[in-house]
């Protein structure tokens, strides 16, 4: 394998027309619609972050997603059109398939115990449900499973005053 200038595609960065890049045949990476929108969450919160990855015809190797939602109300009109993508150029159609599949895997997964310290620390700086499932993509059920919090406890929270959850008592549970 050729050295590979490691710098090459973030130098070859630019916006770029959504209508230029064209989906590659083979991307096996399905989202839900759900997830979908909390990457339009993502884009309109964190501002646009990773640019998609394409060949020099334009054909997407890594991005078909962000691609998809910038096709979409409101991204649609907020970046004018366009995307922010890099070039990346392989010896053959192998090599844009393996740079689909080990980006798509490289991202990896969520684990459950990190995910719950980090819903439970959000909790404890007084975060409501409502405002941690809108930024994080889940269902109010998925935020009282990582909790730690009675059923109880997470219907007070729900429906009463939030703030009587004091850091200190969060502190205990987590």
């Known amino acids: 394998m050729a050295e590979m200038n490691l710098f090459a595609p973030l130098d070859s960065l630019q916006w770029v027309d959504r209508s230029r890049l064209t989906a590659n045949d083979y991307n096996p990476n399905r989202v839900t619609e759900d997830n979908l929108q909390l990457l339009i969450?993502?884009?309109?919160?964190?501002?646009?972050?990773?640019?998609?990855?394409?060949?020099?015809?334009?054909?997407?190797?890594?991005?078909?997603?962000?691609?998809?939602?910038?096709?979409?109300?409101?991204?649609?009109?907020?970046?004018?059109?366009?995307?922010?993508?890099?070039?990346?150029?392989?010896?053959?159609?192998?090599?844009?398939?393996?740079?689909t599949i080990t980006h798509n895997r490289a991202r990896g997964t969520h684990l459950l115990e990190p995910m719950k310290a980090i819903v439970q620390k959000l909790i404890?700086?007084?975060?409501?449900?409502?405002?941690?499932?809108?930024?994080?993509?889940?269902?109010?059920?998925?935020?009282?499973?990582?909790?730690?919090?009675?059923?109880?406890?997470?219907l007070d929270m729900m429906i009463g005053d939030h703030k009587q959850y004091s850091r200190a008592k969060m502190q205990v549970k987590v």
């Not at 939602?69 to 409101?74: D, F, H, S």
């Not at 004018?80 to 844009?96: L, N, R, Y």
């Open 124 to 154: 404890a700086e007084g975060k409501t449900v409502q405002e941690i499932s809108k930024q994080l993509g889940m269902k109010p059920e998925e935020v009282f499973r990582l909790s730690d919090f009675t059923r109880e406890e997470f």
């Open 41 to 99: 969450q993502s884009i309109l919160t964190n501002g646009w972050t990773l640019p998609i990855v394409v060949r020099p015809d334009y054909t997407i190797i890594d991005g078909f997603h962000r691609w998809t939602v910038a096709g979409r109300e409101p991204l649609k009109s907020l970046l004018g059109g366009k995307v922010p993508v890099v070039i990346v150029t392989h010896d053959s159609e192998a090599d844009d398939m393996f740079g």
